[in-house]
């Protein structure tokens, strides 16, 4: 006999509203034990999938763990003053399919506010839960009336796509490529959160990493080894001393630049942090694809780095109302590989054998 579930669950999802909608603002969140990031994508305990119903099982699970992760990870970003992040992550809650009426309810008006706060523009008054299919033919209620704005707002922030060539034997991914406004203010970014870069095999995950000023990165070793990860990219050197399996070390990154980062035990470990002082970038993928999202129209200089390239491509392009599609870069791949591998000190390092 099938368990009868109920669209709402008053003791549950009231405490719970309630707890957020009340909580005092907090500069950060505090970390879990583990040192990992939180509201983590994955899910803490794994669901094995033998039936039928194990596989039912799971799909609820999952679906309760994205309403948590988007509802927790909203508050968590706005008591941080990540008003981009908070609104996005809201938005994306009310559009889940089936969402709680009491969570609609108290997420939609914090979806407005924080999209206000963020600046940006946003579709908060179209944004809703998913409608259920009907049982029988029904005339619809009229949904939230649409902000005057929104057409407006709809149109002041477009896309900028296209893709990245060259970069010689590594490839065009990982190129990261951002805009700058040309005769105005580039709006200072927002700070990213839960940016991991994980050593895992003595190799650094991903290799390369963008990330806005002011983000905190996180080290996670996930090797059986100790590890000794640092830079001597001024001004954001670094340096986190020995630290063993499962522990996490914390690096805020205040000033725009890349940061080559190493480990002082493992000379064949070399990744590399990109800082940017703009919210308009994106990092290529392995096909050197790419987009930067929400870029009001406007003249703005761009700039595309690579790890292979000696010096960074720069062009200027004008943004207009359709935003820019097919945009073709091309980064050199002449970049020579270091002399040496530097210890803490700067001086060259044979590589360690043997382990």
């Not at 500069?27 to 794994?46: Q, V």
């Not at 983000?215 to 059986?224: A, T």
């Not at 942090?273 to 009001?296: E, H, L, M, S």
């Not at 700039?303 to 599609?325: D, F, M, Y």
């Amino acid at each position: 006999m099938g368990v009868r579930s109920s669209r709402r669950s008053p003791s549950l999802v009231a405490a719970l509203l309630v707890a957020l909608a009340s909580a005092p603002a907090v500069a950060t969140a505090a970390p879990p034990p583990d040192g990992r990031s939180w509201p983590g994508e994955e899910m803490p305990l794994p669901l094995a999938v033998r039936t039928a119903q194990d596989l039912a099982v799971k799909a609820a699970a999952e679906k309760q763990y994205l309403i948590f992760n988007l509802l927790a990870g909203g508050k968590l970003a706005w008591d941080a003053g990540d008003f981009t992040t908070a609104a996005a992550k809201w938005e994306a809650l009310l559009r889940v399919h089936g969402l709680d009426p009491d969570i609609e309810k108290v997420i939609r008006p914090l979806a407005k506010e924080a999209r206000a706060h963020a600046g940006t523009a946003g579709n908060v008054g179209n944004v809703g839960p998913s409608p259920s299919p009907p049982v029988a033919p029904a005339t619809p209620e009229p949904g939230p009336p649409e902000p005057a704005t929104a057409p407006r707002a709809a149109a002041s922030v477009v896309a900028v796509s296209g893709t990245v060539s060259g970069g010689g034997a590594h490839g065009p991914g990982g190129a990261v490529v951002w805009l700058k406004r040309v005769g105005g203010e580039t709006p200072r970014p927002a700070a990213a959160h839960g940016k991991v870069i994980t050593q895992r095999n003595k190799t650094f995950i991903p290799h390369v990493l963008v990330v806005p000023v002011g983000s905190k990165v996180s080290f996670r070793n996930e090797d059986p080894v100790f590890h000794n990860i640092f830079s001597l990219s001024k001004p954001n050197d670094f340096d986190t001393g020995l630290y063993k399996q499962g522990a996490t070390y914390q690096q805020t990154f205040r000033h725009a630049g890349v940061v080559q980062i190493l480990c002082n035990i493992h000379s064949s470990m070399l990744g590399v942090i990109v800082v940017v002082d703009t919210p308009y970038y994106a990092q290529a993928d392995g096909t050197g694809a790419f987009t930067i999202k929400g870029v009001p129209p406007g003249e703005y200089e761009l700039e595309a780095w690579h790890e292979a390239a000696s010096k960074p491509l720069s062009q200027r392009i004008n943004v207009g109302a359709g935003g820019v599609r097919g945009l073709a870069l091309q980064v050199g791949g002449d970049k020579r590989p270091p002399q040496f591998v530097p210890d803490k000190s700067g001086k060259p390092r044979q590589s360690h054998l043997g382990y």
